[in-house]
């Protein structure tokens, strides 16, 4: 996804806590607008929404499915494409506007005109800040990376992803995902 940078006035993360515009992230002490979503992105982005938010309701382990939704890392808010929140956490944040940490397991699809350190840096960022598992999604090399805080699984068309730390027991074609 193509990220714009916008000129800012003196904003302090904790201020951003209860006003962060729609579709802006605050990144490096500006905000930032996510942009450049496309067709492929979106329906992607459906999709693991509605994969995840099944398999909570099928497995019983119930929690929340989200999607561009803000939170707070060590350094920064975010917004993640997809991201999951473990019961436990739904009743200890659900009146919060933004979160106040990064989500326990987060999807990013990746475009086109990202840079691939950025998106490495995103998902280092995430797990450094609470987050247990992230999804990359590369679209167009059909490749889902799942990264922990003690490994990075690689899966490519023709093999089935799998979550490794939260809603386990979740897997899903890579085909079937970026279909």
Known sequence: MVATAV???NVSL???MFNLPEHMEWVDGQFIEKDGMTLQHSEIQGNLY???RSYT???GQGGKVYTDVPCR???QVRRPDVAYLTPELVT???KADILPQSFPLIAEIVSPTDVAEDVFIKAQEYLQSGCEE????FPKSRLVLVMTQTQILGFKSGEVVSTQKI???FSVAVDELLA
């Open 92 to 94: 200890q944040f659900s």
């Open 167 to 169: 809603l386990l027991g």
């Open 50 to 52: 509605f994969y995840w």
């Open 57 to 59: 309701i099928s497995s």
């Open 7 to 9: 000129v800012s006035e």
């Open 134 to 137: 992230v999804w990359l999604v």
């Open 73 to 75: 890392t060590t350094k």
């Open 14 to 16: 904790d201020d951003l």
